[in-house]
């Protein structure tokens, strides 16, 4: 494995930690910033070492990692939404047959 390899390896491990303020979060889903925006640098607090800091390769590869993280949890945000109104749907309409005695299906 190379250094630069293992650089990005810590950076994926180390992005586990990021989480992004809920007022970012709603300027994220409004403004669609790309993974250079600085809400996605590392920072002391979620970096295992702070000399990695330094490293571009480390801080171009957190900020990716960063990046995916928080549209990974948009989009299953969504995902749970629809999956839930659909079974709300589904729900419903069973509940308005079973109500009627089935009399529309036959």
């Known amino acids: ?43 002391v607090k979620n970096t295992s070492n702070v000399y990695l800091l330094t490293d571009s390769v480390y801080v171009k590869s957190y900020r990716m990692a ?8 948009i989009d299953s945000n969504k995902a749970i939404l629809i999956a839930g109104s659909t079974f709300a749907v589904i729900f419903g309409v069973l509940y308005i047959e079973v109500s009627n005695g089935w009399a529309s299906l036959m």
């Open 66 to 73: 960063a990046f995916r993280r928080t549209r990974t949890v």
């Open 1 to 43: 494995m190379s250094h630069n390899d293992s650089l990005i390896q810590q950076a994926k491990i180390d992005s586990r930690k990021f989480s992004i303020s809920k007022s970012d979060l709603k300027k994220f889903k409004k403004q669609r910033w790309l993974s250079t925006a600085d809400y996605f640098k590392p920072s």
